[in-house]
């Protein structure tokens, strides 16, 4: 059984147990109500008492074991993929040089990394700061997001 059909049945236990059921948009409702039903209590909790993980992203695209939560936009992946292309490309003819640029490339993707994680995290305190409360989806992608990249580290 995958990853996504555990949870599924997992919330589909949990949500009868309780007397809801998943709307069309996915939120947990009690038959006849016309708001979803929100907190801490919708969550899931692993056999470690971890509940903000363990829930997929609001849009369906859970993020499962070896399944890897996306780090740069789009354009930015693209764009480093590419460079790394021309890196392995030119190391035939340009051995030293094909290192060096693949130095550069990883230390600019490094720098990108850290920038988008230190804006995310700045997101996040601004919105303590300011006194309000941060939604637990937030806090769930923003953990999840450390997590695939935690992961991806040590797999390396």
Do not use: C, H, K
């Amino acid at each position: 059984m995958s990853a996504q059909e555990r949870y599924e049945e997992q919330d589909r236990e949990r949500l009868q147990e309780n007397g809801m059921q998943r709307d069309q948009d996915g939120r947990a409702m009690r038959p006849n109500q016309d708001a979803p039903v929100g907190g801490t209590a919708d969550l899931i909790r692993t056999p470690d008492g971890d509940a903000a993980a363990n829930q997929p992203p609001a849009d369906g695209n859970e993020v499962t074991e070896g399944a890897a939560t996306p780090l740069l936009p789009p354009a930015s992946e693209e764009r480093f993929r590419q460079g790394w292309e021309t890196v392995q490309v030119g190391f035939v003819d340009e051995p030293r040089r094909s290192v060096e640029q693949a130095d550069q490339l990883v230390a600019e993707l490094m720098r990108e990394l850290a920038e988008s994680f230190a804006q995310a995290r700045s997101s996040l305190e601004a919105e303590w700061d300011s006194g309000e409360d941060v939604s637990t989806e937030e806090l769930r992608v923003a953990l999840q997001r450390y997590r695939s990249f935690f992961q991806r580290l040590l797999a390396a």
